[in-house]
């Protein structure tokens, strides 16, 4: 990660004072114009920057540390988003870094003749190869910030918290961070979870390998073979070229393909599911959950209720006792509920069970809370990354106008837990409702309700698992 840029946002860099830390070779660092975000700009392969938050106070030293890991489908993304500026959480003596990460196929591809050549190096996974680097490039130098190295949370959204769950199965990853918190990242297999390399047809959920898809593409631009000369033209394709593939042709489809991480056999040896079963997970403080509405991936199709329920088999009685008691149950709005729990409730409950049984500390949530302004457009409850900016205390950069103070007050909580957990492992602090760590098989949440309160209870509150996930 030689080109490396380190952003140094700071409280006082209004004020005209700048940090000049001593950092290892290769790293440049910019002070950044303000606190806010940096210009939007647009596509670039000269992408693999961080972002850097840290308190005003030049004396604090072993802060805590938190790396954010963006999501966006491993297609887009950025660590220079408003809604995830850093400033609120280094006024709480956080370090926050926000780091780049390539994505599309700049991020994931694989290739026979690439797969053989130095077949010792890592290949496919360039997305995660950019998450590690930053990782190490934290290890190294964010002492320089301030922030000590030895109490770094990871966290991540959506396929930043698939990311996240990935560094948690990977070897490689291993004495990189000490926490992980993971908002709506999924752990089951099926979602933006691993391909195999080679082997077409043995993933029920990926039957096409990563390297079929990489040749599939090559066939687009008019490449044939998967030798090296085959690689050579490949390497000739400008970047344009490389991010949109193929210019349209009329009566011409050209097969699509989810993009995602890849079983390499090296940085990704097994999916985060395969790894918890096993329980070869690394023993580290936990925090995960998911939203009221947080329907992303909708894998549960059916065209009819019927069809719907004997999807569950032997647990169907028990899917109707959640999704259709009284049989009156919209037929769209069950299977929204269901997407929402099959892509992330059960999932996150999944994880947390795993981790808990492995001795690690575990926080479950349920964020159900929509801001104010935004009730009336989502009613169903709070929608796929609806917690992101209560946690980073950055609310009113976005749609609905102007926070009110219950939103805020709900916005001071959520990041008085993310801050104490990043802190200690345990995001239980003065003033706030008691959150309790996890316990396996016992039906308690904790969730920020929609009325601005939190707390854990028992049963299943409004969009939270309604299945226990066997027959997922």
């Given at each position: ?315 169907s009685a028990e899917a109707k006792a959640a999704y259709d008691p009284d ?89 008085s837990y993310w801050v104490n957990f990043a802190k200690t492992g345990d ?12 316990v396996p098989r016992k039906d308690q949440i904790f969730t920020f309700r ?23």
């Amino acid at each position: 990660m030689a080109s490396t840029t380190a952003d140094a946002e700071v409280d006082r860099s209004a004020r005209g004072q700048r940090i000049r830390p001593k950092l290892y070779a290769g790293t440049r660092i910019r002070a950044a114009s303000g606190c806010g975000a940096p210009a939007a700009q647009g596509p670039s392969e000269d992408c693999l920057y961080l972002n850097v938050w840290r308190p005003a106070d030049p004396a604090a030293r072993n802060l805590p540390v938190m790396v954010w890991i963006y999501g966006g489908g491993f297609v887009g993304g950025s660590s220079s988003s408003p809604m995830t500026s850093g400033v609120p959480f280094a006024k709480q003596g956080v370090v926050l870094v926000a780091m780049n990460y390539r994505v599309g196929r700049f991020g994931f591809f694989a290739f026979p003749a690439l797969s053989s050549e130095r077949p010792n190096e890592n290949k496919g996974n360039y997305a995660y190869m950019d998450q590690l680097a930053a990782l190490q490039w934290v290890k190294r130098n964010i002492a320089a910030f301030g922030g000590n190295p030895n109490n770094v949370t990871i966290f991540g959204f959506s396929a930043g918290g698939v990311s996240v769950h990935s560094m948690l199965a990977s070897p490689q990853a291993r004495g990189l961070f000490h926490k992980a918190i993971v908002h709506s990242g999924g752990s089951r297999d099926s979602v933006l979870t691993a391909r195999p390399m080679r082997a077409d047809g043995v993933d029920p959920n990926y039957p096409v390998s990563a390297e079929t898809i990489g040749i599939n593409f090559a066939k687009s631009m008019g490449i044939e073979g998967t030798d090296q000369a085959a690689l050579a033209k490949l390497r000739s394709l400008s970047a344009d070229e490389v991010l949109r593939g193929p210019t349209p042709q009329p009566g011409v489809t050209v097969p699509s393909y989810e993009t995602t991480p890849i079983l390499d056999g090296k940085l990704i040896t097994e999916t985060a599911e395969t790894a918890y079963k096993a329980r070869r997970q690394p023993r580290v403080p936990l925090m995960l959950g998911s939203n009221s509405a947080d329907t992303a991936g909708n894998r549960i199709k059916a065209r009819t209720k019927e069809e719907f329920f004997a999807r569950y088999g032997q647990w169907s009685a028990e899917a109707k006792a959640a999704y259709d008691p009284d049989g009156t149950t919209d037929f769209a709005t069950m299977v929204s509920r269901a997407n929402d729990d099959f892509g992330q409730a059960e999932p996150a409950r999944f994880a947390a069970n795993a981790f808990a049984a492995n001795g690690s500390p575990v926080y479950l949530y349920m964020f159900s809370y929509v801001p104010t302004a935004m009730r009336e457009q989502l009613r169903a409850g709070s929608p796929h990354g609806g917690d992101v900016p209560f946690a980073f205390g950055t609310l009113g950069g976005g749609r609905g106008g102007a926070p009110t103070p219950e939103d805020l007050a709900v916005s001071r909580m959520a990041q008085s837990y993310w801050v104490n957990f990043a802190k200690t492992g345990d995001p239980n602090g003065s003033g706030l409702p008691t959150w309790p760590r996890h316990v396996p098989r016992k039906d308690q949440i904790f969730t920020f309700r929609p009325d601005g309160s939190a707390g854990a209870g028992t049963g299943r509150p409004q969009g939270a698992a309604r299945c226990n996930g066997e027959g997922h």
